[in-house]
């Protein structure tokens, strides 16, 4: 199937999480449900963004230079107190930092900027009205709407909410993805080295995918090449999670049993291989809004269909409004010559120099390659062209 297809495919499969509400607190990088609008200004009165001295600026009128006007000081105000008096004729008060205007003030003048003279406060120009005054909603209007549904709850959300005493928020519940690593030739972490067998990279390659997303992973082991046991583990595992992603099993081999086992539960296969290169060996299937997305066991195939295909998907189910891959545009700096047939993702470290943004693609883009991961940030999307030449410009994404 050709990428684009298969990508909108399954973003079209997919359905939105349900929703709850959390506490501010444990609503980092989880997705807004709703807008989240201000039921409050903020601030809720006007203040002072400095140190310094408040006046009614009609008072003010006339001073200058060779015309000082002299005020008495009657108050002074700290920050989180209230003014118990109100300024009269020729009359200031001093007020630190945040503090409220007193009734009667309506502008603000610097504490380095007057003098005392005589015990009195020696104002040498005028001042307009509302000068360096924060006004009431200044920052916040009452009803404004400062997130929408599908954005991300970032420090500013979790700030401003802070801020307008909303205690919590409405947002997408956390995506529940099961992961199952097959094939008889997996050992896990810490067995005994056998000959013929490699150790299981993917579990923790995709681990770290999704911890990243905020997503919650339930690892459910290797599975040999059995079809009994992967119907076992597939069926156990769609039913506890909103999907489940699998590496290895889904090419043409002997023991390449994923699609065999998947279907025997009920599940229809949807994607069956798509036009890319790392990744075209894939399996995707359906049953009753549950999903399964059957990977190549191959570590770099399995993480480029994840980025390139499978997350557009993801973040939809998360609640994201804005979902699609952003591509944006990159020079290389070196060449990667191997003919391209079919839509290629490269890995790369992508910098900024002199502002314009700069790819240098990893020498070795194997499908095995796990150490092409180490510095790369970066896929450089290649199409419709038969080499990827230094100084040409390709579409990019981040990792």
Request: aromatic content about 8%; some cysteine.
């Given at each position: 199937?050709?990428?684009?297809?298969?990508?909108?495919?399954?973003?079209?499969?997919?359905?939105?999480?349900?929703?709850?509400?959390?506490?501010?607190?444990?609503?980092?990088?989880?997705?807004?449900?709703?807008?989240?609008?201000?039921?409050?200004?903020?601030?809720?009165?006007?203040?002072?963004?400095?140190?310094?001295?408040?006046?009614?600026?009609?008072?003010?009128?006339?001073?200058?230079?060779?015309?000082?006007?002299?005020?008495?000081?009657?108050?002074?105000?700290?920050?989180?107190?209230?003014?118990?008096?109100?300024?009269?004729k020729n009359q200031t008060i001093k007020v630190l930092t945040g503090a409220k205007m007193p009734e009667g003030a309506d502008c603000v003048i610097k504490y380095e900027d007057v003098e005392v003279a005589n015990g009195r406060l020696k104002?040498?120009?005028?001042?307009?009205?509302?000068?360096?005054?924060?006004?009431?909603?200044?920052?916040?209007?009452?009803?404004?709407?400062?997130?929408?549904?599908?954005?991300?709850?970032?420090?500013?959300?979790?700030?401003?909410?802070?801020?307008?005493?909303?205690?919590?928020?409405?947002?997408?519940?956390?995506?529940?993805?099961?992961?199952?690593?097959?094939?008889?030739?997996?050992?896990?972490?810490?067995?005994?080295?056998?000959?013929?067998?490699?150790?299981?990279?993917?579990?923790?390659?995709?681990?770290?995918?999704?911890?990243?997303?905020?997503?919650?992973?339930?690892?459910?082991?290797?599975?040999?090449?059995?079809?009994?046991?992967?119907?076992e583990k597939f069926g156990e595992a769609s039913n506890e999670c909103d999907i489940v992603i699998s590496t290895g099993g889904v090419s043409v081999g002997d023991y390449d049993l994923v699609e065999k086992a998947i279907n025997e539960l009920g599940f229809n296969t949807f994607v069956k291989g798509i036009a890319m290169k790392p990744g075209m060996a894939c399996c995707f299937a359906e049953k009753n809004g549950e999903i399964v997305l059957?990977?190549?066991?191959?570590?770099?195939?399995?993480?480029?269909?994840?980025?390139?295909?499978?997350?557009?998907?993801?973040?939809?189910?998360?609640?994201?409004?804005?979902?699609?891959?952003?591509?944006?545009?990159?020079?290389?700096?070196?060449?990667?010559?191997?003919?391209?047939?079919?839509?290629?993702?490269?890995?790369?470290?992508?910098?900024?120099?002199?502002?314009?943004?700069?790819?240098?693609?990893?020498?070795?883009?194997?499908?095995?390659?796990?150490?092409?991961?180490?510095?790369?940030?970066?896929?450089?999307?290649?199409?419709?062209?038969?080499?990827?030449?230094?100084?040409?410009?390709?579409?990019?994404?981040?990792?």
């Amino acid at each position: 199937m050709e990428f684009n297809e298969a990508k909108n495919l399954l973003i079209s499969k997919v359905k939105e999480l349900e929703t709850e509400n959390v506490g501010i607190g444990d609503a980092y990088n989880r997705i807004l449900a709703s807008d989240l609008i201000a039921n409050i200004d903020v601030p809720s009165f006007n203040r002072s963004p400095l140190d310094g001295y408040c006046f009614n600026s009609e008072d003010t009128i006339g001073a200058g230079a060779e015309n000082p006007l002299y005020f008495d000081t009657i108050e002074e105000v700290p920050c989180g107190k209230v003014a118990t008096k109100k300024i009269g004729k020729n009359q200031t008060i001093k007020v630190l930092t945040g503090a409220k205007m007193p009734e009667g003030a309506d502008c603000v003048i610097k504490y380095e900027d007057v003098e005392v003279a005589n015990g009195r406060l020696k104002l040498q120009r005028e001042l307009k009205h509302n000068e360096n005054v924060i006004l009431i909603g200044e920052d916040v209007k009452k009803g404004m709407i400062l997130a929408k549904k599908g954005s991300i709850v970032d420090m500013g959300v979790v700030g401003i909410a802070a801020s307008l005493n909303i205690p919590s928020l409405k947002v997408y519940k956390k995506l529940k993805v099961g992961l199952i690593s097959t094939g008889s030739e997996l050992l896990e972490i810490g067995d005994e080295s056998v000959d013929g067998k490699i150790y299981n990279s993917n579990r923790y390659i995709f681990d770290y995918i999704l911890k990243k997303y905020n997503i919650e992973c339930k690892y459910y082991g290797i599975v040999y090449d059995d079809i009994e046991k992967l119907k076992e583990k597939f069926g156990e595992a769609s039913n506890e999670c909103d999907i489940v992603i699998s590496t290895g099993g889904v090419s043409v081999g002997d023991y390449d049993l994923v699609e065999k086992a998947i279907n025997e539960l009920g599940f229809n296969t949807f994607v069956k291989g798509i036009a890319m290169k790392p990744g075209m060996a894939c399996c995707f299937a359906e049953k009753n809004g549950e999903i399964v997305l059957g990977l190549s066991g191959n570590p770099m195939s399995s993480v480029t269909t994840f980025y390139a295909v499978l997350l557009p998907a993801i973040k939809k189910m998360m609640g994201y409004s804005d979902f699609e891959n952003k591509y944006f545009k990159v020079k290389l700096k070196n060449s990667f010559n191997k003919k391209n047939g079919k839509i290629r993702f490269l890995r790369a470290k992508v910098d900024i120099e002199e502002g314009v943004a700069t790819a240098t693609l990893n020498l070795d883009q194997g499908n095995i390659v796990i150490k092409s991961l180490i510095d790369c940030n970066a896929m450089i999307k290649v199409e419709n062209c038969a080499e990827a030449k230094a100084g040409m410009t390709f579409d990019c994404m981040w990792l």
